[in-house]
């Protein structure tokens, strides 16, 4: 992979009404492959110097019924967004509301300190009441220059300007933040928070901090001089923190364990190395980690991979699975295809329902996919799909197609290539169904999406309407074999 192609994961908070929406099960929907999308937001901006109508790179998480969204608005072609939009339920996913993050960027409302917004990610603390958005704050040179926290203490409709969890200084470039909060009452740092992020400007190296006020201040920890990427902080029930993430070069996953409340952490303990195949039609899409965990505290990772694929012609979805942070299974294919089938699967977006565990955890993969890889940008047919599992990816069910097929010149243009997200996701809400939260490119008649032109695009940010149950299956991969090979790159990978 070439230097560009690195993929970016990029007190008192003054509360300020954001401008909502309310969208409904039947106000706005579209229907593809028997499965009803519901929109739940679309870029307002207009500066003409990124793309409109984009939205990009949703994450999700959920607590009982409520699940909150955030996601990049107004993606610009070099990095970042005009933006943070969120999008949140109170009903497990039947209706939403929507906004956009104030202080942030020049362009929110009200207008922050920062030229672009990226990297958004999301968390609950339970024991403070409060939801976070993360975000990675960038300058008009395109340097991460600080980690930001928003906070909403009212469910998740209305947010306050951001806390600053670190800002950089010097050489340092800061880069893919993630966020997760310890939501175990019997956990002995119950009520902590813990952000993850990497300095591009010295090597990737890893940083975390930790919050123990509702995100309101934050304490640098000790941790491994390791080069990084992409993490995804998770928390067991005994408060053992687990970060499974990508190395600076992403040729390698490992894993970077606290178990001290995020005062230090130690590793690196490997979790697999990477293969994987580049994906057609200059789409953005590398092998980052999707990470969540049962509620027995299993961590599931998931990546694509072509291992299984005899000269790696295509991607697989792939799986560890770990009940420590520093012992991983061996790699299993997710079989959502045939090997061989020709098609070709990335981006995941996993969720694993936290009321489920071990050999009966329920687990939720939206993703996307080309139903042939060998494609060019005017071939290439991008979908959405949906696979499940009810016995912690044992076996699996049949894959629902959610969304497409879209053209990849209804999505923006990036320096990195056509742009969905360096991530979706997934979550369950309390009744056991599954959310996935992704973005879709709509056609706008007589246009492809151009930079400059606010009306030429139309990337709305969708989920499936009605919550999807985990549904049980036959669907195995235990007898695949995995082929010697090996992918990845010297350069040091960085996105924004």
Request: charged share 10%; aromatic share 10%; glycine share 12%.
């Amino acid at each position: 992979m070439s230097a560009i192609s690195r993929f970016r994961w990029r007190a008192r908070a003054i509360v300020a009404l954001t401008f909502t929406i309310l969208f409904t099960l039947l106000s706005a929907s579209l229907a593809f492959a028997n499965v009803t999308l519901t929109q739940l937001s679309s870029d307002p901006y207009t500066n003409t110097t990124s793309y409109h109508a984009t939205e990009v790179e949703p994450d999700t998480y959920s607590s009982g019924a409520t699940i909150v969204s955030a996601f990049q608005a107004g993606r610009f072609q070099d990095g970042g967004a005009s933006n943070v939009g969120w999008a949140t339920s109170a009903d497990g996913g039947t209706t939403w509301t929507n906004g956009f993050l104030p202080g942030t960027t020049v362009y929110a409302t009200p207008a922050g300190p920062y030229a672009r917004d990226t990297d958004p990610a999301v968390a609950f603390d339970a024991k403070h009441g409060v939801w976070m958005a993360s975000t990675l704050a960038l300058n008009a040179s395109l340097v991460g220059v600080a980690v930001i926290v928003n906070r909403s203490t009212n469910g998740g409709t209305i947010w306050g300007n951001p806390v600053t969890v670190s800002a950089a200084s010097g050489a340092q470039n800061f880069d893919k933040n993630w966020i997760v909060c310890d939501d175990t009452a019997t956990s002995p740092h119950y009520g902590n928070c813990y952000t993850q992020w990497d300095d591009f400007g010295h090597g990737n190296q890893l940083h975390m901090a930790t919050s123990s006020d509702g995100g309101l201040t934050w304490t640098a920890a000790k941790v491994p001089h390791a080069s990084v990427i992409g993490g995804q902080p998770l928390v067991q029930p005994n408060g053992t923190v687990i970060v499974p993430i990508d190395n600076g070069f992403e040729t390698a996953i490992g894993s970077v364990v606290s178990t001290n409340g995020g005062v230090s952490y130690k590793g690196v303990f490997l979790i697999s190395s990477i293969t994987f195949h580049t994906v057609a039609g200059n789409l953005r899409s590398g092998p980052r980690t999707s990470a969540e965990i049962d509620g027995a505290g299993t961590v599931y990772v998931v990546w694509q991979d072509c291992r299984f694929e005899s000269g790696c012609p295509a991607n697989d979805l792939v799986m560890s699975t770990s009940t420590n942070g520093t012992t991983w299974t061996a790699v299993a294919r997710v079989p959502i295809d045939a090997v061989g089938s020709g098609a070709d699967h990335f981006i995941p977006g996993l969720a694993v329902d936290k009321s489920t565990s071990g050999s009966s955890a329920h687990l939720g993969l939206t993703y996307y996919f080309y139903p042939s890889a060998n494609c060019s940008t005017s071939t290439c047919q991008l979908d959405v799909g949906f696979i499940s599992s009810t016995n912690g990816g044992s076996t699996w069910g049949t894959a629902t197609q959610l969304a497409g097929p879209m053209s990849l010149n209804t999505l923006p243009l990036t320096s990195q290539g056509y742009m969905v997200g360096d991530y979706i996701s997934t979550s369950f809400n309390n009744s056991g169904t599954a959310h996935g939260v992704f973005e879709v490119g709509n056609t706008v008649a007589g246009k492809t999406c151009t930079l400059g032109d606010v009306t030429s695009c139309n990337e709305p940010t969708y989920t499936n309407a009605s919550g999807l149950a985990a549904l049980a299956g036959s669907h195995s991969s235990k007898s695949d074999h995995a082929f010697a090979s090996s992918q990845g790159s010297s350069q040091m990978h960085t996105a924004r």
